[in-house]
């Protein structure tokens, strides 16, 4: 089965801050296979991506965190960047939403440092993830098993440490999809 993106619906959870190349790459492949993209976040009216070592571009909003539910959304896609992170693990809303997400099989991609999202939300036992140095620590004490891998599919949950890895992902996110399609079907 040749799985597409056409017509999915792709969250992406950021607060401004987030790595901006990280959302808009993926987002332009996203598109270009006929997926909808919005982006979800509680700073409601736009958001700034982070770029190279200043603020980036800006980016309106699509939905409101406090109201959005993951069930609407075939997959999330978090992008990483300290700032944004930052803000998304202090938001009660991010953990409702990922949890819905999680439990519900829909992909949940994590790029760079989001996957700290998975200690932090106590989301990281008995997963295996790609992450940076600075996260390690962390994920292996909340009960995450670390690879070398610079992508690793954990069930639902995709791990990315690098965007020069966009297309292994978008084919991981295929994947996933379709796994979940014919979940649903069965």
Do not use: C
């Amino acid at each position: 089965m040749t799985a597409t993106l056409n017509g999915r619906s792709i969250a992406y959870l950021v607060f401004s801050g987030f790595t901006e190349v990280e959302m808009t790459e993926t987002q332009k492949a996203l598109v270009a296979e006929g997926a909808k993209t919005k982006i979800i976040s509680r700073e409601n009216g736009l958001v700034n991506g982070w770029h190279d070592n200043s603020w980036g571009h800006f980016f309106p909003t699509d939905g409101d965190l406090a109201t959005a539910l993951a069930v609407d959304f075939d997959a999330i896609v978090v992008p990483g960047g300290s700032r944004s992170l930052a803000k998304l693990k202090a938001e009660p809303h991010v953990k409702r939403f990922l949890t819905s997400a999680m439990n519900g099989d829909q992909p949940v991609v994590l790029f760079g440092e989001a996957v700290s999202l998975l200690a932090d939300l106590e989301f990281a036992a008995g997963r295996t993830v790609a992450a940076h140095e600075a996260s390690v620590e962390a994920l292996t004490a909340a009960g995450a098993t670390v690879s070398e891998d610079a992508l690793v599919v954990d069930g639902n949950l995709i791990t990315v440490q690098d965007i020069e890895l966009k297309d292994a992902m978008l084919a991981a996110l295929r994947e996933a999809i379709a796994k979940g399609a014919l979940n649903e079907a069965a």
